[in-house]
């Protein structure tokens, strides 16, 4: 089955370590996308992938970091310059042409201890 | 800047009834993509309904419908003979249609609840 897949689903970090979150999707898409969800917001735009070795800030980039090497692939590092990481983590994907829908992968919930 | 609002954080129903959520937005553009998302509690996002703003036509989806209304900026989703399987978020989300960055404003969710 099509879809994109999120490891893992949980993930715990102390104060000072990097982590990174995968996200990986077997639909052929170019474009990728994180996003940002916290309680009572909406969802916020980290980073984004067009295509292959290509990626863009969004509104929340501070403390994140991207690499696309792979079409299927788009992981995000959440850095220790991220003041506070505590959140819900959402990948997505979609067709490269305009209004596309975008697919969501399951999610990943980091919570920093 | 284009922004996204939601203005009832919760609605409830009762199951088999009809609910309307509202959704609003600011734009000065006159092309544009207005979606509407579902995120049950698994979390999972999955899309409901999508309206181009060119389209004069409300779009339907099986017992999702919505009201477009372009000159008022408004969006509501109209959800008829609600299951218990509605149960969910839903997010309200904005693109422009020549936005090369292919970026989505999203509103803060209305949580809905259905009563058996």
């Known amino acids: 089955d099509g879809g994109i897949t999120q490891s893992p689903k949980y993930l715990f970090r102390k104060e000072g370590q990097n982590v990174t979150l995968s996200c990986e999707q077997n639909?052929?898409?170019?474009?990728m996308y994180w996003y940002r969800q916290d309680p009572g917001q909406g969802l916020r735009l980290i980073y984004y992938?067009?295509?292959?070795?290509?990626?863009q800030k969004g509104d929340i980039a501070e403390g994140y970091s991207v690499s696309r090497e792979k079409k299927e692939s788009f992981p995000l590092t959440v850095t220790s310059a991220q003041k506070n990481p505590t959140a819900f983590y959402l990948c997505?994907?979609?067709?490269?042409?305009?209004?596309?829908?975008?697919?969501f992968g399951p999610g990943t919930r980091l919570t920093v201890l | 800047a284009q922004t996204v609002t939601q203005s009832q954080p919760e609605m409830s129903v009762q199951e088999a009834e009809t609910v309307t959520l509202s959704c609003t937005y600011d734009?000065?553009?006159?092309?544009?993509?207005l979606f509407w998302y579902k995120q049950p509690p698994s979390r999972q996002m999955i899309l409901v309904i999508r309206?181009?703003?060119?389209k004069q036509q409300n779009a339907t989806e099986n017992r999702f419908s919505v009201n477009f209304q372009k000159a008022a900026k408004s969006f509501s989703l109209k959800i008829s003979d609600s299951q218990l399987g509605d149960a969910a978020m839903y997010f309200c989300?904005?693109?422009?249609?020549?936005?090369?960055?292919?970026?989505?404003?999203w509103g803060a969710g209305t949580k809905l609840i259905i009563k058996p």
């Open positions: 997505a994907s979609s067709m490269s042409t305009l209004g596309d829908e975008q697919f």
């Open positions: 639909l052929n898409h170019d474009a």
């Open positions: 992938s067009q295509i292959v070795n290509d990626f």
């Open positions: 734009t000065s553009e006159s092309d544009y993509y």
């Open positions: 309206q181009e703003a060119y």
């Open positions: 989300a904005y693109r422009r249609m020549m936005d090369s960055n292919y970026q989505l404003i």
